[in-house]
């Protein structure tokens, strides 16, 4: 393989591996010969280090792929400080960084070392900054950011302040997003700031802001005029944005997301008037506005809308069937929490909505309405759907939605509770949908057993179980019918044992990634068997908070495989 490889230059090669549909099958090819395994490493841009990730393996990876542009470390447990200096000695040439330490209270003071090295670092997300101070040394050692989140400030009384944002907004002319979440202490005072000093501003999330009021958004809004995303999520009351009523500043503005907002018709008249081209819109959990302000603005935006988010008690089937003859460009539609919508409002969206690849529609009253399913026509668009929190939910109605949806790849059924003595029939759910490779059954109670009938393969590869009612004897079978999991998801299964996981680590001969977390009947000696005898294994989360040590952990990682210690049990 290796003689006839040399037949085409690298760059050849580069495109043909880039065009792989999962980045994984990258980790097979660069078995084949050193000249692979050189180019699928210059071909990785981005990676992800969580929890445990012991520093020398980081300072492995950060040899190995030397064209890495954006790092994260999500909930990291290890010296964060250490790591991140580490990276800024790497010779890197980073875009992006998100460095999300699990202890929030710990300082960063990487920030002047990282600065030196990595001159075109543009996103920056991280926790353990000290206020006004910490956010001028931002301010100053990364002149050229365009995106920046703090995500946890420490102590309480070393919060973000006013003086603070105006300073880094005076240094940071590039930004272009920022997220103000939980910023206690912070007034309309830095939205002026904001908006006066950084011209390309096109993103900004204002979340429990509690000094935020309407006037200092409004001065937002009217100053930004590029603003393209405005996400709001605040109790407060909010009329118009406009000066005078008129929206007209807002020409940029694609998507708009309200949480919690007291908003009335007149609000929602004025940005109809406005003639937005709004692609993405939200209104959630929002009060004093009618179904006469929400549809005016929808059919305004009806042309351009691509993605909804609503949130709302008061909508109902007749509501949806009036909305659906203009939702027609939709691609995706989340419906949360619409309890008086059932059946009809979901049919009709299915038949009306061609383009939708993906539908959520949660905690509604489905099943509770006499529908004749007969005649309908097959959604093959929608890829994603999302049926969470359902009670007292039918088992015949749910098989009858899914035949409508026969090319869905990823099914959300967590936290659902079927009706006495009907029981969940996962073999029913593949059989309906043949090409389903996600499945999420989180928290849910009543799992039917299967049967040596049942064993028709499938061809999942993401099962989330947790919390779940699951024992040894359908764990079993669950492997023997989903033979292509890669991903299997077990925490908090209760009832498993270890001839359970034994048989499952067994049947699933692809499989890479396994929590066990908070399963209390398992015992640590476990582990090693199941690395030993699973080598496609690339992360184990324990069961235990206290294994593996840091010897162990090491021998592990030289068979491939990253042991974290139970987070939910330190």
């Known amino acids: 393989m290796e003689e006839e490889s040399k037949d085409l230059l690298d760059e ?83 875009e992006e960084l998100i460095a999300l330490s699990h202890d929030q209270y710990k300082r960063a003071v990487w920030y002047e070392e990282l600065s030196s090295n990595m001159k075109n670092l543009k996103v920056l997300k991280y926790s353990g900054g000290r206020g006004d101070v910490d956010l001028a040394r931002i301010a100053d050692s990364f002149p050229n950011l365009e995106e920046l989140y703090i995500d ?40 002026v700031s904001l908006s006066k000093n950084c011209p390309l501003l096109e993103h900004i999330k204002i979340y429990q802001c509690n000094k935020v009021t309407v006037e200092g958004i409004s001065f937002l809004v009217n100053n930004s005029h590029h603003l393209k995303l405005f996400y709001i999520l605040k109790d407060l009351k909010i009329d118009t944005f406009g000066v005078n009523g008129s929206s007209n500043f807002l020409a940029n ?103 939708l690849c993906h539908f959520a529609m949660t905690g509604s009253s489905l099943g509770t309405e006499e529908y004749n399913y007969d005649g309908l026509m097959k959604n093959r668009a929608v890829k994603y759907l999302n049926l969470a929190f359902h009670y007292d939910f039918s088992l015949t109605v749910l098989k009858r939605l899914l035949t409508i949806f026969p090319e869905v790849e990823k099914l ?5 509770k079927f009706v006495r003595h009907d029981k969940l029939n996962v073999p029913d759910i593949l059989e309906c949908n043949k090409k389903l490779v996600e499945l999420n059954l989180r928290g849910c109670l009543g799992i039917k ?47 498993v044992t270890e001839e359970g996981v034994k048989e499952v680590v067994k049947s699933c001969k692809q499989l890479r990634y396994l929590t066990i977390s908070s399963c209390w009947n398992l015992d ?47």
């Not at 994984?24 to 841009?45: A, G, H, M, Y």
């Not at 959300?412 to 659902?416: A, E, Q, R, T």
């Open 449 to 495: 057993y299967l049967t040596a009938k049942d064993m028709e393969l499938s061809v999942l590869e993401k099962l989330i179980l947790k919390f779940s009612d699951l024992n040894d004897e359908m764990l079993i079978n669950f492997g023997r019918m989903c033979p292509r999991l890669i991903h299997l998801d077990l925490e908090f299964c209760l009832h």
């Open 152 to 191: 946890h400030e420490g102590e309480y009384t070393t919060t973000v302040t006013d003086e603070g944002v105006d300073y880094m907004s005076s240094k940071l002319k590039r930004l272009r997003k920022i997220d103000l979440s939980n910023r206690a202490f912070i007034t309309d005072k830095s939205l």
């Open 412 to 416: 959300d059924l967590s936290h659902c």
């Open 253 to 355: 503005l694609r998507s708009l997301r309200l949480q919690d907002v007291d908003i009335s018709d007149k609000f929602l008249f004025s940005i109809a008037e406005a003639r937005l081209s709004l692609t993405d819109l939200a209104v959630i959990d929002c009060k004093s506005y009618t179904f006469t302000g929400i549809s005016r603005l929808l059919l305004q935006t009806s042309q351009s809308l691509k993605s909804l988010d609503l949130g709302v008690k008061f909508l109902t089937n007749e509501h949806i069937e009036y909305l659906s003859c203009f939702l027609q460009n939709l691609t995706s539609i989340k419906l949360f929490n619409c309890s008086n919508l059932s059946d009809s409002a979901f049919v009709m969206i299915t038949q009306r909505c061609p383009r």
């Open 12 to 94: 050849c090669w580069e495109m043909i591996f880039d065009r792989l549909h999962h980045k994984r099958d990258q980790e097979s090819i660069s078995l084949v010969c050193k000249r692979f395994l050189s180019i699928t490493n210059s071909l990785r841009v981005s990676i992800k280090f969580s929890d445990y990730t012991p520093i020398s393996t980081i300072s492995r990876l950060m040899q190995r792929f030397s064209n890495l542009k954006k790092i994260q470390f999500c909930n990291f447990r290890g010296d964060l400080n250490e790591a991140v200096t580490l990276i800024a000695r790497s010779g890197l040439d980073l």
């Open 524 to 570: 640590i000696n476990i582990i090693p068997w199941i690395v030993r005898n699973r080598p496609s294994l690339r992360k184990l989360v324990s069961s235990s908070c206290k294994y593996p040590d840091d010897e162990n952990q090491k021998l592990f990682l030289q068979q491939g495989c990253l042991v974290l210690k139970d987070p939910k049990r330190i």
